[in-house]
C-alpha cells in the first residue's frame, strides 16, 4: 500500500512538473526587449535621430511597465531578426498610440522579412490600441521592422511587441490541459486501488 502511494504521489508530481513546463514555455516572446524595459532600445537596430526610449509622458503612459518606445519627427525605424522556423506561423502583436497633432500624415509601416503587413496613415491622436497578424517564415532569422514618418510635432509612442509562435496553447490552455492530466491521474489511482 505503502509503494502504491509514492508511485501515484510521484507521478502526480511529474504531470504538475511537466504541465508546468508546458505553461512556462507556451507562448514565448522572440522578441528581445519588446518592452523596452531596459530602459533603452537593446536589441534593436535604430535608424533615424528623433526617436528614444521614454517613462510616462504628460499625455501617454506606457502600455505596461516602465518604458515605453518613442519616435518623433523624420523617418525613424528599429528591427531586430527574430529567430524564425521556415514553414512556421507566427503571431506578431504590438501595441501603438499616436499623438498626431499637426498636418502631414504622420505614417506608421511594419514589415515582416521584407513583406509589409501594416501600413497606415493617421489624422488624429488616440491612445494605445492592439494590432495582431498572423505571418510565416520563409527563413531561419526574419526581420520585423517598424517604420515612422512623421513632422515636427506629431509622436508615435510603441510598446509591448511580441512575436509568438501560432497555434502553441497559451497558460489558459495549458492549465486546462493540466486539469485533465491529473483528472486522468485520479482515475488511474482509483482503479489502481481496485
Not at 10 to 34: E, F, K, P, Y
Not at 101 to 114: K, T
Not at 162 to 190: I, Q
Amino acid at each position: 500500500m505503502t509503494t502504491g502511494k509514492h508511485g501515484f504521489y510521484s507521478i502526480l508530481a511529474l504531470v504538475s512538473l511537466l504541465g508546468l513546463g508546458i505553461t512556462q514555455s507556451a507562448r514565448a516572446n522572440l522578441i528581445t526587449n519588446g518592452g523596452f524595459e531596459t530602459g533603452d532600445f537593446s536589441g534593436w537596430t535604430v535608424f533615424g535621430i528623433d526617436n528614444d526610449v521614454v517613462g510616462a509622458q504628460p499625455f501617454t503612459l506606457p502600455h505596461s511597465g516602465n518604458f515605453q518606445a518613442l519616435f518623433a519627427s523624420g523617418d525613424n525605424s528599429i528591427t531586430q531578426n527574430v529567430t524564425t522556423t521556415p514553414g512556421s506561423s507566427y503571431v506578431i502583436t504590438f501595441w501603438l498610440a499616436p499623438n498626431v497633432r499637426q498636418g502631414g500624415l504622420p505614417s506608421v509601416s511594419v514589415n515582416w522579412g521584407g513583406s509589409n503587413i501594416f501600413s497606415e496613415s493617421f489624422t488624429s491622436p488616440f491612445g494605445y490600441t492592439e494590432y495582431t497578424f498572423t505571418v510565416n517564415a520563409l527563413s531561419s532569422a526574419t526581420p520585423l521592422q517598424f517604420q515612422f514618418s512623421s513632422i515636427f510635432g506629431n509622436v508615435f509612442y510603441l510598446d509591448d511587441i511580441s512575436v509568438t509562435t501560432a497555434g502553441v496553447p497559451d497558460g489558459g490552455s495549458s492549465v486546462s490541459l493540466l486539469g485533465l492530466a491529473l483528472f486522468g491521474v485520479a482515475v488511474l489511482r482509483r482503479k489502481l486501488r481496485c
